[in-house]
Protein backbone atom coordinates (compact mmCIF):
# COMPACT_ATOMS: atom_id res chain seq x y z
CA UNK A 1 0.00 0.00 0.00
CA UNK A 2 1.21 3.53 -0.74
CA UNK A 3 -0.90 5.27 1.99
CA UNK A 4 -2.85 3.60 4.34
CA UNK A 5 -5.11 5.89 7.03
CA UNK A 6 -6.12 4.21 10.04
CA UNK A 7 -9.59 5.46 12.17
CA UNK A 8 -8.05 9.42 11.64
CA UNK A 9 -9.45 11.60 14.17
CA UNK A 10 -8.27 15.33 13.81
CA UNK A 11 -9.59 18.17 16.55
CA UNK A 12 -8.51 21.29 16.85
CA UNK A 13 -9.72 23.03 19.79
CA UNK A 14 -12.99 21.93 20.16
CA UNK A 15 -13.48 21.53 16.68
CA UNK A 16 -13.48 17.82 14.77
CA UNK A 17 -11.90 18.13 11.38
CA UNK A 18 -11.93 14.18 11.05
CA UNK A 19 -13.50 11.68 12.59
CA UNK A 20 -12.70 8.17 12.18
CA UNK A 21 -11.20 8.36 8.68
CA UNK A 22 -9.74 5.22 7.18
CA UNK A 23 -9.06 3.87 3.64
CA UNK A 24 -5.88 2.96 1.84
CA UNK A 25 -4.68 3.38 -1.30
CA UNK A 26 -2.46 1.24 -3.52
CA UNK A 27 0.44 1.70 -5.65
CA UNK A 28 -0.05 3.80 -9.15
CA UNK A 29 -3.73 4.83 -8.15
CA UNK A 30 -4.49 8.00 -8.70
CA UNK A 31 -7.18 9.26 -6.46
CA UNK A 32 -9.40 12.42 -6.17
CA UNK A 33 -10.22 13.17 -2.62
CA UNK A 34 -13.45 15.36 -2.97
CA UNK A 35 -15.51 17.49 -0.11
CA UNK A 36 -16.35 20.75 -0.31
CA UNK A 37 -14.44 23.28 1.29
CA UNK A 38 -14.14 22.57 5.35
CA UNK A 39 -14.63 19.08 4.44
CA UNK A 40 -11.23 18.20 5.90
CA UNK A 41 -9.27 17.46 3.11
CA UNK A 42 -6.16 19.83 3.64
CA UNK A 43 -6.28 18.81 7.27
CA UNK A 44 -6.15 14.70 6.23
CA UNK A 45 -3.51 15.96 3.55
CA UNK A 46 -1.21 18.02 6.24
CA UNK A 47 -1.24 14.58 8.60
CA UNK A 48 -0.19 12.65 5.59
CA UNK A 49 2.57 14.63 4.83
CA UNK A 50 3.74 14.67 8.46
CA UNK A 51 3.02 18.32 8.47
CA UNK A 52 0.49 17.98 11.77
CA UNK A 53 -0.33 14.86 13.53
CA UNK A 54 -3.08 13.20 14.09
CA UNK A 55 -5.22 13.51 17.50
CA UNK A 56 -6.04 9.70 17.61
CA UNK A 57 -5.34 6.91 14.81
CA UNK A 58 -2.80 6.10 12.85
CA UNK A 59 -0.95 7.02 8.94
CA UNK A 60 2.01 5.28 7.05
CA UNK A 61 3.09 6.27 3.83
CA UNK A 62 5.32 3.33 1.87
CA UNK A 63 5.00 1.23 4.73
CA UNK A 64 6.43 4.01 7.05
CA UNK A 65 4.23 5.03 9.98
CA UNK A 66 4.05 9.68 10.07
CA UNK A 67 4.64 9.70 13.34
CA UNK A 68 7.50 7.31 14.24
CA UNK A 69 8.75 7.11 10.57
CA UNK A 70 8.43 10.95 9.78
CA UNK A 71 11.98 11.30 7.77
CA UNK A 72 11.60 7.96 5.68
CA UNK A 73 7.79 9.04 5.03
CA UNK A 74 9.01 12.22 3.94
CA UNK A 75 11.02 10.99 1.75
CA UNK A 76 8.82 8.83 -0.53
CA UNK A 77 6.56 12.17 -0.95
CA UNK A 78 5.85 15.05 -2.94
CA UNK A 79 3.74 17.92 -1.40
CA UNK A 80 2.03 20.61 -3.25
CA UNK A 81 0.18 22.51 -0.51
CA UNK A 82 -3.05 24.63 -0.79
CA UNK A 83 -2.54 27.88 -2.47
CA UNK A 84 0.99 26.72 -3.27
CA UNK A 85 3.31 28.93 -1.38
CA UNK A 86 6.42 29.65 -2.96
CA UNK A 87 9.35 32.61 -2.65
CA UNK A 88 8.25 34.55 -5.40
CA UNK A 89 11.32 36.57 -5.10
CA UNK A 90 13.20 34.14 -6.31
CA UNK A 91 14.14 32.90 -10.14
CA UNK A 92 12.44 29.31 -11.05
CA UNK A 93 15.97 27.84 -11.29
CA UNK A 94 17.62 29.67 -8.52
CA UNK A 95 14.21 28.44 -6.37
CA UNK A 96 14.12 24.65 -7.75
CA UNK A 97 18.67 24.39 -7.20
CA UNK A 98 17.35 25.68 -3.58
CA UNK A 99 14.78 22.94 -3.15
CA UNK A 100 17.09 20.04 -4.45
CA UNK A 101 19.71 21.27 -2.30
CA UNK A 102 17.47 20.91 0.60
CA UNK A 103 16.68 17.21 -0.32
CA UNK A 104 20.34 16.77 -0.85
CA UNK A 105 20.20 15.80 -3.96
CA UNK A 106 23.63 15.28 -5.77
CA UNK A 107 22.67 15.57 -9.53
CA UNK A 108 21.15 18.92 -8.66
CA UNK A 109 21.70 21.22 -11.88
CA UNK A 110 20.39 17.97 -13.94
CA UNK A 111 17.55 17.20 -12.18
CA UNK A 112 16.36 21.26 -12.12
CA UNK A 113 16.21 20.79 -15.89
CA UNK A 114 14.48 17.29 -15.88
CA UNK A 115 11.94 19.09 -13.93
CA UNK A 116 11.99 21.93 -16.25
CA UNK A 117 11.39 19.71 -19.23
CA UNK A 118 8.95 17.30 -17.89
CA UNK A 119 6.22 19.87 -16.44
CA UNK A 120 6.76 22.37 -19.38
CA UNK A 121 8.20 25.46 -17.26
CA UNK A 122 11.10 25.77 -20.56
CA UNK A 123 9.89 28.93 -21.88
CA UNK A 124 9.46 30.92 -18.67
CA UNK A 125 12.45 29.20 -16.84
CA UNK A 126 14.99 32.09 -16.69
CA UNK A 127 11.87 34.61 -14.98
CA UNK A 128 11.10 35.31 -11.50
CA UNK A 129 8.37 33.42 -10.29
CA UNK A 130 6.23 36.53 -8.95
CA UNK A 131 6.37 37.43 -13.19
CA UNK A 132 4.62 34.45 -13.92
CA UNK A 133 0.85 33.80 -14.90
CA UNK A 134 -1.16 31.15 -12.12
CA UNK A 135 -0.63 28.08 -14.57
CA UNK A 136 3.23 28.71 -14.61
CA UNK A 137 3.65 29.37 -10.95
CA UNK A 138 1.88 25.42 -10.05
CA UNK A 139 4.27 24.25 -12.76
CA UNK A 140 6.91 25.49 -10.61
CA UNK A 141 5.00 23.91 -7.56
CA UNK A 142 4.68 20.72 -9.11
CA UNK A 143 8.19 20.88 -10.32
CA UNK A 144 9.40 21.65 -6.57
CA UNK A 145 7.12 18.64 -5.19
CA UNK A 146 8.51 16.17 -7.68
CA UNK A 147 12.23 17.03 -7.50
CA UNK A 148 13.46 13.93 -5.16
CA UNK A 149 10.94 12.07 -7.27
CA UNK A 150 8.91 10.93 -4.81
CA UNK A 151 6.98 7.63 -4.81
CA UNK A 152 3.70 9.42 -3.31
CA UNK A 153 2.92 13.16 -4.16
CA UNK A 154 0.08 14.69 -2.23
CA UNK A 155 -1.34 17.45 -4.18
CA UNK A 156 -3.75 19.84 -2.28
CA UNK A 157 -6.23 21.83 -4.63
CA UNK A 158 -3.56 21.84 -7.73
CA UNK A 159 -6.15 23.46 -9.96
CA UNK A 160 -7.98 26.08 -7.73
CA UNK A 161 -8.44 29.88 -9.48
CA UNK A 162 -6.91 28.51 -12.93
CA UNK A 163 -8.52 29.95 -16.12
CA UNK A 164 -9.69 27.02 -18.78
CA UNK A 165 -6.64 26.88 -20.67
CA UNK A 166 -4.25 26.51 -17.78
CA UNK A 167 -6.87 24.26 -16.10
CA UNK A 168 -6.66 21.76 -19.20
CA UNK A 169 -2.79 21.85 -19.00
CA UNK A 170 -2.58 20.99 -15.42
CA UNK A 171 -4.68 18.19 -15.72
CA UNK A 172 -2.61 16.57 -18.16
CA UNK A 173 0.24 17.05 -16.65
CA UNK A 174 -0.90 15.34 -13.62
CA UNK A 175 -2.36 12.56 -16.01
CA UNK A 176 0.86 12.11 -17.18
CA UNK A 177 2.63 12.17 -14.15
CA UNK A 178 -0.49 9.61 -12.48
CA UNK A 179 0.82 7.18 -14.83
CA UNK A 180 4.22 6.77 -13.05
CA UNK A 181 3.22 7.65 -9.66
CA UNK A 182 0.47 7.53 -6.62
CA UNK A 183 -0.92 10.55 -6.48
CA UNK A 184 -3.74 12.00 -4.00
CA UNK A 185 -5.42 15.08 -5.36
CA UNK A 186 -8.05 17.18 -3.45
CA UNK A 187 -10.52 18.89 -5.84
CA UNK A 188 -14.09 20.06 -5.15
CA UNK A 189 -15.06 20.19 -9.00
CA UNK A 190 -16.32 16.85 -9.89
CA UNK A 191 -15.22 17.00 -13.44
CA UNK A 192 -11.22 16.96 -11.92
CA UNK A 193 -11.93 13.64 -10.46
CA UNK A 194 -14.00 12.41 -13.92
CA UNK A 195 -10.61 13.28 -15.69
CA UNK A 196 -8.01 12.56 -13.78
CA UNK A 197 -8.63 10.08 -11.10
CA UNK A 198 -9.36 5.80 -11.19
CA UNK A 199 -11.29 6.79 -7.97
CA UNK A 200 -13.12 9.05 -5.50
CA UNK A 201 -13.00 9.28 -1.92
CA UNK A 202 -15.91 11.81 -1.05
CA UNK A 203 -15.34 13.23 2.23
CA UNK A 204 -17.88 15.92 4.17
CA UNK A 205 -17.73 17.24 8.03
CA UNK A 206 -15.23 15.15 8.16
CA UNK A 207 -16.74 11.76 7.27
CA UNK A 208 -15.85 9.46 4.16
CA UNK A 209 -19.14 9.23 2.96
CA UNK A 210 -18.23 7.02 -0.40
CA UNK A 211 -15.24 5.43 -1.96
CA UNK A 212 -15.50 4.10 -5.26
CA UNK A 213 -14.10 3.75 -8.50
CA UNK A 214 -14.92 6.86 -10.68
CA UNK A 215 -17.06 4.77 -12.88
CA UNK A 216 -18.88 3.11 -10.40
CA UNK A 217 -19.65 6.26 -8.75
CA UNK A 218 -21.62 7.93 -11.83
CA UNK A 219 -23.85 4.33 -11.68
CA UNK A 220 -24.33 4.91 -7.43
CA UNK A 221 -26.72 6.98 -5.82
CA UNK A 222 -26.88 7.02 -2.31
CA UNK A 223 -30.58 5.25 -2.36
CA UNK A 224 -28.95 2.96 -5.57
CA UNK A 225 -31.46 3.48 -7.80
CA UNK A 226 -30.80 5.01 -11.69
CA UNK A 227 -33.15 5.45 -14.53
CA UNK A 228 -33.10 3.48 -18.13
CA UNK A 229 -34.55 5.27 -20.91
CA UNK A 230 -35.69 2.56 -23.77
CA UNK A 231 -37.14 2.12 -26.99
CA UNK A 232 -39.34 -0.80 -28.42
CA UNK A 233 -39.97 -1.74 -31.95
CA UNK A 234 -43.40 -1.48 -30.96
CA UNK A 235 -46.07 -1.14 -28.14
CA UNK A 236 -45.30 -2.47 -24.87
CA UNK A 237 -47.21 -4.53 -22.46
CA UNK A 238 -46.81 -1.64 -19.84
CA UNK A 239 -48.38 -3.45 -16.64
CA UNK A 240 -46.20 -6.16 -17.30
CA UNK A 241 -43.47 -3.61 -17.31
CA UNK A 242 -44.19 -1.72 -14.13
CA UNK A 243 -44.35 -5.13 -12.49
CA UNK A 244 -41.02 -6.23 -13.65
CA UNK A 245 -38.60 -6.65 -10.14
CA UNK A 246 -36.51 -3.49 -9.78
CA UNK A 247 -38.85 -1.04 -11.57
CA UNK A 248 -40.12 1.54 -9.69
CA UNK A 249 -41.73 3.46 -11.89
CA UNK A 250 -42.27 4.52 -16.11
CA UNK A 251 -43.08 6.92 -17.56
CA UNK A 252 -43.59 7.79 -21.94
CA UNK A 253 -41.11 9.56 -23.44
CA UNK A 254 -41.51 9.45 -27.30
CA UNK A 255 -42.66 6.74 -29.50
CA UNK A 256 -42.60 3.60 -27.92
CA UNK A 257 -40.18 4.82 -25.67
CA UNK A 258 -40.16 5.06 -21.95
CA UNK A 259 -38.21 6.24 -18.95
CA UNK A 260 -37.88 3.85 -16.06
CA UNK A 261 -36.84 4.67 -12.62
CA UNK A 262 -35.68 1.43 -10.77
CA UNK A 263 -35.75 0.72 -6.91
CA UNK A 264 -32.81 -1.10 -6.91
CA UNK A 265 -29.07 -0.98 -7.92
CA UNK A 266 -29.33 -3.97 -9.64
CA UNK A 267 -28.71 -4.09 -13.22
CA UNK A 268 -31.94 -4.76 -14.80
CA UNK A 269 -31.51 -3.90 -18.67
CA UNK A 270 -30.97 -7.53 -19.50
CA UNK A 271 -34.29 -8.27 -17.88
CA UNK A 272 -36.13 -5.31 -19.99
CA UNK A 273 -34.55 -7.24 -23.57
CA UNK A 274 -35.74 -10.61 -22.04
CA UNK A 275 -39.22 -9.13 -21.22
CA UNK A 276 -39.50 -7.55 -24.62
CA UNK A 277 -38.54 -10.80 -26.58
CA UNK A 278 -41.40 -12.61 -24.51
CA UNK A 279 -43.79 -9.49 -26.26
CA UNK A 280 -42.49 -10.41 -29.25
CA UNK A 281 -40.36 -6.88 -29.25
CA UNK A 282 -37.03 -5.89 -29.92
CA UNK A 283 -35.35 -3.59 -27.73
CA UNK A 284 -34.09 -0.62 -30.09
CA UNK A 285 -31.68 1.63 -27.93
CA UNK A 286 -31.06 1.43 -24.33
CA UNK A 287 -29.40 3.73 -22.39
CA UNK A 288 -28.84 3.84 -18.40
CA UNK A 289 -28.96 7.30 -17.49
CA UNK A 290 -25.39 8.02 -16.00
CA UNK A 291 -25.96 10.26 -12.64
CA UNK A 292 -23.65 13.27 -12.72
CA UNK A 293 -21.19 13.08 -10.04
CA UNK A 294 -22.42 16.85 -8.76
CA UNK A 295 -25.73 15.02 -8.15
CA UNK A 296 -24.32 12.59 -6.28
CA UNK A 297 -22.08 15.03 -3.96
CA UNK A 298 -24.53 16.74 -3.02
CA UNK A 299 -27.11 13.57 -2.28
CA UNK A 300 -24.36 12.34 -0.31
CA UNK A 301 -23.13 15.45 1.00
CA UNK A 302 -26.74 16.83 2.26
CA UNK A 303 -27.55 13.54 4.07
CA UNK A 304 -24.69 13.69 6.47
CA UNK A 305 -25.83 14.84 10.05
CA UNK A 306 -23.58 18.09 10.72
CA UNK A 307 -21.75 16.24 14.05
CA UNK A 308 -18.54 18.80 13.64
CA UNK A 309 -18.84 19.45 17.07
CA UNK A 310 -16.71 17.24 19.70
CA UNK A 311 -19.30 15.68 22.34
P1 LIG B 1 -10.80 21.60 3.41
O1 LIG B 1 -9.37 21.52 3.00
O2 LIG B 1 -11.61 20.40 3.02
O3 LIG B 1 -11.44 22.87 2.96
P2 LIG B 1 -9.71 21.84 6.09
O4 LIG B 1 -9.02 20.57 6.38
O5 LIG B 1 -8.86 23.01 5.73
O6 LIG B 1 -10.87 21.61 5.02
O7 LIG B 1 -10.57 22.26 7.38
C1 LIG B 1 -11.45 21.36 8.03
C2 LIG B 1 -12.07 22.07 9.22
O8 LIG B 1 -11.07 22.29 10.21
C3 LIG B 1 -12.63 23.45 8.89
O9 LIG B 1 -13.81 23.64 9.61
C4 LIG B 1 -11.53 24.40 9.33
O10 LIG B 1 -12.07 25.64 9.73
C5 LIG B 1 -10.93 23.67 10.51
N1 LIG B 1 -9.51 23.98 10.66
C6 LIG B 1 -8.54 23.76 9.75
N2 LIG B 1 -7.33 24.12 10.23
C7 LIG B 1 -7.54 24.58 11.48
C8 LIG B 1 -6.69 25.10 12.50
N3 LIG B 1 -5.36 25.20 12.34
N4 LIG B 1 -7.28 25.48 13.67
C9 LIG B 1 -8.61 25.37 13.85
N5 LIG B 1 -9.48 24.89 12.94
C10 LIG B 1 -8.95 24.49 11.76
MG1 LIG C 1 -8.27 22.71 1.83
Known amino acids: MSITAQQVTKVYGTQRALHDVSFSIS?????????????????????????????????????????????????????????????????????????????????????????????????????????????????????????????????????????????????????????????MLSTHIMQEVEAICDRAIIISKGNIVADSSTSELSHLTASGSYEIMVEFSGEINTQVLKKLSGVSSIEPAGNHTWLIKTNTSKDIRKDIADLATSQGLSVLTLTRKEQKLEDIFKELTTAQPSSTPVE
Open 27 to 183: KGEVVGFLGPNGAGKSTMMKIITCYIPPTSGSVSVCGFDVREQSIDARRCIGYLPEHNPLYTDMYVREYLTFVGKIYKLKNVAQRVEEMIEMVGLGVEAHKKIETLSKGYRQRVGIAQSMIHDPKVLILDEPTSGLDPNQLAEIRDLIIRIGKEKTV
